[in-house]
């Protein structure tokens, strides 16, 4: 249920923002892209993800970002509807990103550890299909570039998914910089 008036819009549920595919077994398989809010069913979500992902580098820092307005957490799911009320095991991965005008931060992506833990077998390209999902949104609605800060051993990946993206340059030695123009 969202609520508008003149200068902003307030939602109460998971937002709904594209349809990807992902690999399940070499089988395509439709996947969710959802924004999250700052509801109390969203925050039940991110404390079942800091609970029970082990080894997930990022997922304890989900609940601050969900307080910020500048920050948008991003979940893939194999959920088809009723965002409203999100179930936690169907979450696949989720992605932290910082808006700044008509730019976006990618600062964290996680994806489920033990992907074979989903129940759905070996499955493939939910990193992929998350990001695709997220510049797809932003495309749509005027952001411009997308930061990505990535420890060195992740940059092929990003450089696979997004072959326009290019260096930036860093200010740590394990760390990369990389910058996507969206438009």
Do not use: C
Not at 50 to 76: G, M, P, T
């Amino acid at each position: 249920m969202n609520i508008y008036n003149q200068n902003s819009e307030v939602s109460f549920s998971a937002r709904y923002i594209a349809t990807k595919k992902i690999l399940v077994a070499r089988t395509p398989k439709n996947v969710s892209i959802i924004e999250l809010t700052n509801s109390k069913r969203d925050k039940n979500v991110i404390k079942y993800i800091k609970q029970n992902w082990k080894n997930a580098k990022f997922s304890h820092i989900l609940d601050e970002k969900l307080n910020n307005k500048n920050n948008k957490v991003y979940l893939i799911t194999t959920q088809k509807s009723h965002y409203n009320n999100i179930n936690p095991y169907k979450v696949l991965g989720f992605a932290d990103v910082e808006l700044k005008k008509q730019n976006a931060n990618l600062r964290f992506l996680q994806v489920i550890p033990k992907v074979i833990n989903t129940g759905l077998g070996r499955v493939k390209k939910v990193g992929q299909s998350l990001i695709e999902g997220i510049v797809s949104h932003f495309k749509k609605n005027d952001v411009q570039t997308m930061d990505l800060f990535a420890e060195h051993r992740v940059k092929p990946f990003y450089k696979k998914v997004l072959p326009n993206i290019k260096d930036k340059e860093s200010t740590m030695d394990s760390y990369t910089n990389l910058i996507l123009n969206i438009k």
